[in-house]
């Protein structure tokens, strides 16, 4: 198939990445055919990931929520242009990821935190957290809240293609050759952009990087 | 904040701590009817006809190459089509070409202005008896010079064309059954025949001797201007000698401006022959 063999090319991610676009290729092409009610099986699939990408990308919980049903819209409006030369995923990254950026740049003088709370169910985050503070109740609370205000203010600081491309890579998990497909570059600009936001951030988040 | 734990902490542990920031489950069921509202007005809702301009846009610029080849290849078929195609003749070995390069044989075969004529040419002034027989000698040397260029050249044309196209052929037959038909046609000019020549000539010899005439004041006339100033002009035998000299003064006049037109007419003769 066309679309395997391209997906072979850009997904250098591991082969459940391969089975999950051949999935998702074949509920597109469901869409394609007239099942419309086949799309929320794809909007199920990807909410959580398409909101966390763009709710890392602006900080606000109200403008992601919009910005990725806006993703979400613009790709069932445009399921028939899919012709699977890329991964669907990729493709709604794409979607996502630029719809973003031009909200970004059209708000650029207005900015607003609105924070989601950090969920501690997941081990690897509340190892984190009691690496970092000794305290509980109320003082862990605020802690991990302040933490929370640096990570974004920091984030933030970047430019808009460095903090996608970070957000991409360590928060989403891309590859860097998917990070190229979805932000249309290079692979070598966004292991540039990737180090050189890595520094930034470094220099801003310097006290909580303990030993 | 503790700072004694033994774990090194990293950047990428930071960052990663961003994912744990996850909404609560009532925000999925909200973000579901939102969503579901919004694609049933994308698919009730026809999108903006702006939408295809842009489609168009974004499908011509991934096809630029081929579009811009094509719009070349008819623009060129329009050019070649409307405005018509250039007119190129395929000359075979055999074939002469036409009649066009055959102007500069008509313009060599344009005799050089013979020998009186220079010499008439080249004298500055001549006296008044003269003038006439010189202008005469010219006005022939000059009419012989057109009836040779047009009763010489046309045949020269015939018979250089004659082995070289058979469209010259047939202009070269033409010309000679016209000349065969009407003999007068050699010695008719651009100008005109020898006969009409010769009368607009002689007018133009005469006519500025009338205006001087006619510049000659009646004898009333010139006594009642001069009246006032000399008296002499009242009595009857001075006015007839006034009128005498004036007469004789008018005469010599016109033969002085008689003499100037002739030469004025031998300038306009040379001036015909270039």
Redesign the interface.
Known sequence: MNASKTLEKTLVASPERKLEADADLEIVRKVQGGDVAAFDRLILKYRERVLGIIYNMTSNREDAADLAQDAFIKAFQSINRFQGQASFFTWLYRIAVNSTVTHLRKNRMRSFFSLESVREDDPVSRELIDALTDKTGAGRDSFVRELQEKLNDAMQKLSINHRTVVTLFEIDGLSHQEIAEVMNCSVGTVRSRLHYAKQLLQAELQPYLLK | ???D?E??????????????????AE??SR??S??RS??LS??VNK?PWWHGISRAVMVFNRHQLPFGAAAALALTWMGVHYMGAPSIRVSTPGAAPAAVPHTPAVASSVPAPSAPAIAREERPQAPEEQGAKAASHAEAAVMAASASHLTKAPADIALDAAPKSPFSDGIAVTLADYRQATPDFARRSVFGTDSEFEPTAAAARQSPSEPLARMDPAEERRSRLLAPALPAYSSAATRALASDWMRARSSSDARMYESMDRGSNDRMLVGFRF
């Open positions: 904040m503790k700072q734990t774990r090194k902490i990293t950047i990428e542990d930071l960052i990663r701590l961003k994912k744990s920031e996850r909404p609560p925000f999925w973000f579901e939102e969503i919004k694609q994308a698919i999108r």
